[in-house]
C-alpha cells in the first residue's frame, strides 16, 4: 500500500522553528525524489521545496536562508527544518513522493497545519 505520513505541525511563535518530518512507502520513496508544498487559506498550493535522491535541493525564494530539506534514504524519510518562522509561513504543509527536482509526483500526504502566530 503506498503510503505518504506527514507530521510535526502545530503553534509557533514568530521567530519560532518547526521540524516536518514524512515518512514513504519504500515502494515511492526509494530512488525518486520528495517535496513539500504549503497552501494558505485562499491561495493556491506552492512549492516549498524540493530533494532529489541524490540530495540536490530547490527552495521557493520566500523560504531560502530559513528551510532546509533533508532525507534519510535509510529510513524513507524526509524532513523540512523551519526556522526563523514568520506569520506568512502559516499554512497546511504537504509531502509530495515522486517526480523530478523541479516537477511533483503523483503521490501525496494528507497535510499537516503550521500556524505561525503570537
Known amino acids: 500500500q503506498v503510503q505518504v505520513v506527514e507530521s510535526g505541525g502545530g503553534l509557533v511563535q514568530p521567530g519560532g522553528s518547526l521540524r516536518l518530518s514524512c515518512a514513504a512507502s519504500?515502494?515511492?520513496?526509494?530512488?525518486?525524489?520528495m517535496g513539500w508544498y504549503r497552501q494558505a487559506p485562499g491561495k493556491e498550493r506552492e512549492l516549498v521545496a524540493r530533494i532529489t535522491r541524490d540530495g540536490r535541493t530547490i527552495y521557493v525564494d520566500s523560504v531560502k536562508g530559513r528551510f532546509t530539506i533533508s532525507r534519510d534514504n535509510a529510513k524513507n524519510t524526509v524532513h523540512l527544518q523551519m526556522n526563523h518562522l514568520k506569520p506568512e509561513d502559516t499554512a497546511v504543509y504537504y509531502c509530495n513522493a515522486g517526480g523530478t527536482l523541479w516537477t511533483s509526483g503523483d503521490f501525496w500526504g494528507q497535510g499537516t497545519q503550521v500556524t505561525v502566530s503570537s
Open positions: 519504500i515502494s515511492i520513496f526509494s530512488g525518486n525524489s
